[in-house]
């Protein structure tokens, strides 16, 4: 939907590459909401200076500048409150399945109906198995949720699933 809500964790963070990252954290963490939000001013200048400009950020030897349509983007963003979305809460749990498969499922309720829930991999993530579940107004479940991600199971090394949700603090989910 062309004019469907701009959040920092679906629509934002991901135009920042990990080396974009990388090489500001001197400065900034691009992958922090909070950066991002309270850097708005001198974020914005560097991305829209010329590419012939030599403070254009992302420099010019490293794949910048931007395309005008993220910059809108990421404009839309800040002139619409800066959202970002909430995180979920649920009882979890987390199977070998038939097919070489893990399925991780949460189970919960929602804040208010008509609501979505979902899981995502953590951007900065140090394995591929951890997981953040989100939520944000605009889906379908009601009351109850049950939502779940299914992935190939990596091999018996795996014992247990890494969650981050409202508490923040990640909760080892043990593989059955
Ligand atoms: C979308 C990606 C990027 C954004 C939004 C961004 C943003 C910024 C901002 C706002 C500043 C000014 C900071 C200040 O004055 O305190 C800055 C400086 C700087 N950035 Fe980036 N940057 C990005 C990518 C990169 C990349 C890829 C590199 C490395 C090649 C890089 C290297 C630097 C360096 C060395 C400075 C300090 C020197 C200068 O001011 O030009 N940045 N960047």
Request: proline share 7%; charged share 25%; net charge neutral.
């Amino acid at each position: 939907m062309a004019n469907a809500d701009v959040y920092y964790e679906l629509h934002v963070q991901p135009l920042f590459r990990s080396s974009d990252r990388l090489q500001m954290l001197f400065r900034f963490d691009l992958w922090k909401y909070e950066d991002v939000a309270s850097n708005r001013d001198q974020i914005l200048a560097r991305l829209q200076l010329p590419a012939e400009d030599i403070g254009v950020m992302p420099k010019v030897n490293f794949g910048g500048p931007w395309p005008q349509e993220w910059l809108d983007l990421l404009n839309r963003w800040y002139a619409t409150g800066a959202k970002r979305l909430e995180r979920g809460s649920a009882t979890y749990t987390a199977k070998r399945k038939p097919g070489g498969l893990i399925e991780l499922a949460a189970k919960g309720q929602v804040p208010t109906p008509n609501y979505a829930v979902w899981f995502d991999q953590r951007p900065e993530r140090a394995t591929a198995f951890e997981f953040i579940l989100y939520q944000k107004p605009g889906g379908k479940f009601q009351t109850s949720f049950a939502t779940k991600i299914v992935f190939a199971d990596p091999g018996p090394a795996l014992t247990s699933i890494e969650v981050y949700d409202h508490d923040n603090a990640p909760l080892l989910v043990a593989i059955t």
